[in-house]
């Protein structure tokens, strides 16, 4: 077992925004457990499952201090390619829930992260482990890579 994958994940709540510290082995038990985290405040099921928003402002707290690898989708509205490979990383969350979690940046509205990662092409994928930087994928690439480069990270 990775020993990252101990302890517990912040997850932030998509309806009030509120942290939530949730065991890891919570989120690998899966939907059909029947076990789904919900918020300590408004009760809002917590997306374990799924790509989560990141922002100039969250950034730090949610994939830098990721207790779990984080893959972070830097994309635009205006992109193509971006859409492309959307339903990949939609999977992927679910697949990986509670080993690794998928964010998106929007490059258009957290200037400061692209820039910081010096964002020059999109769709871009950085792969985080340990709040660093280990690994990017550059363009529209097949899920296959994707998941293979995932597989390199958790090994
Ligand atoms: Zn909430």
């Not at 038990?29 to 918020?39: A, E, F, H, K, T």
């Not at 809002?44 to 994939?63: G, N």
């Not at 779990?68 to 205006?78: F, G, I, N, R």
């Not at 200037?111 to 092409?121: I, K, L, M, W």
Request: a neutral charge; charged letters at 20%.
């Amino acid at each position: 077992m990775n020993p990252t994958a101990t302890g517990s994940q912040m997850i932030r709540c998509a309806g009030c925004g509120a942290a939530n510290r949730v065991p890891i082995d919570k989120l690998q038990q899966g939907p059909d457990s029947g076990i789904v985290p919900i918020c300590g405040r408004c009760k809002t099921p917590l997306p374990v499952r799924e790509p989560f928003t990141v922002t100039d402002a969250s950034f730090a707290d949610e994939v830098e201090q990721s207790a779990l690898p984080v893959v972070v989708d830097m994309w635009a509205e205006w992109c193509g390619p971006c859409r492309m490979i959307a339903p990949a990383l939609d999977a992927i969350a679910a697949e990986f829930a509670g080993r690794l979690r998928v964010a998106k940046l929007n490059v258009d509205q957290n200037p400061a992260t692209s820039q910081r990662f010096e964002v020059q092409s999109i769709p871009l994928l950085v792969f985080f482990k340990d709040g660093r930087e280990v690994d990017r994928l550059i363009g529209a690439v097949p899920k296959g890579e994707i998941v293979r480069r995932i597989q390199a990270l958790l090994a």
